[in-house]
T-cell receptor
Framework: DAGVIQSPRHEVTEMGQEVTLRCKPI?????LFWYRQTMMRGLELLIY????????DSGMPEDRFSAKMPNASFSTLKIQPSEPRDSAVYFC????????????FGPGTRLTVT | GDSVTQMEGPVTLSEEAFLTINCTYT??????LFWYVQYPGEGLQLLLK???ADDKGSNKGFEATYRKETTSFHLEKGSVQVSDSAVYFC?????????WGAGTKLIIKP
C-alpha cells in the first residue's frame, strides 16, 4: 500500500484566500483524523471521521475550518478565509478496523499564509 | 480528562549513550500506551506499543514498559545513534482517539 497520501505537500497563500488540503487514507481503514502541528501548540486533533461520518469536530478552531469525507478514499480540509495564524503543518492519519489506535500518518501539508 | 506528560526537550546525547525519555499518564480505566516518532520533515509513525500492565513494547532497539503502579511508560534505548535524532511522542488511546504528549526532541551528536 502507498500509505496515507496528502496533497499538496506545500501551500503558500495570501490571507483571505481559500485553502483546500486533500487526503487519501490507506485502503480499508475506517477512521480518518486531521491534525494540525505548530511549534507553539504542538499536535492538535482537529476532527475525525468513522466510516466517512464526522464523529468529533470539537478541535476545529473556528467556522473558517471545515472538513468533508465524501467517500472512504478521500477527505478534504478547507480553510476559508485563511489567516496568517493558520500557518502550520496539517497531517492526515488513518486507522483500521479493530486497530483504531494505530494511526498511520501522511507526510503532511506545510501551509504558509502571508 | 485523560492526559499524557512527557519530559521537556531537547534532550542532547552523544552517540552510543543510554537514552531515557520519561512519560507519565493520567487515565480512567486501562488504556493502551504508545510511542510514536517523527523524523524531520515527516509524519509521525508508530514506534512501539503496550496494551496492558507490565507489557513491554520494543522496536528498533527501543523499549518501554507499561507500569500501572507508577502510571508511566518511559522510553529507553541502550545505545543511541545519530539516526535516532527525531521528536518522540508518548500517547494513550481514549474513546477512539489518541491523547498525545507534547513531544520530546532528541538530538544525537556524533
Amino acid at each position: 500500500d502507498a500509505g496515507v497520501i496528502q496533497s499538496p505537500r506545500h501551500e503558500v497563500t495570501e490571507m483571505g484566500q481559500e485553502v483546500t488540503l486533500r487526503c487519501k487514507p490507506i485502503s480499508g481503514h475506517d477512521y480518518l483524523f486531521w491534525y494540525r502541528q505548530t511549534m507553539m501548540r504542538g499536535l492538535e486533533l482537529l476532527i475525525y471521521f468513522n466510516n466517512n461520518v464526522p464523529i468529533d469536530d470539537s478541535g476545529m478552531p473556528e467556522d473558517r475550518f471545515s472538513a468533508k469525507m465524501p467517500n472512504a478514499s478521500f477527505s478534504t480540509l478547507k480553510i476559508q478565509p485563511s489567516e496568517p495564524r493558520d500557518s502550520a503543518v496539517y497531517f492526515c492519519a488513518s486507522s483500521g478496523i479493530g486497530q483504531h489506535y494505530e494511526q498511520y500518518f501522511g507526510p503532511g501539508t506545510r501551509l504558509t499564509v502571508t | 480528562g485523560d492526559s499524557v506528560t512527557q519530559m521537556e526537550g531537547p534532550v542532547t546525547l552523544s552517540e552510543e549513550a543510554f537514552l531515557t525519555i520519561n512519560c507519565t499518564y493520567t487515565a480512567t480505566g486501562y488504556p493502551s500506551l504508545f510511542w510514536y516518532v517523527q523524523y524531520p520533515g515527516e509524519g509521525l509513525q508508530l514506534l512501539l506499543k503496550a496494551t496492558k500492565a507490565d507489557d513491554k513494547g520494543s522496536n528498533k532497539g527501543f523499549e518501554a514498559t507499561y507500569r500501572k503502579e507508577t502510571t508511566s511508560f518511559h522510553l529507553e534505548k541502550g545505545s543511541v545513534q545519530v539516526s535516532d535524532s527525531a521528536v518522540y511522542f508518548c500517547a494513550l488511546n481514549s474513546n477512539y482517539q489518541l491523547i498525545w504528549g507534547a513531544g520530546t526532541k532528541l538530538i544525537i551528536k556524533p
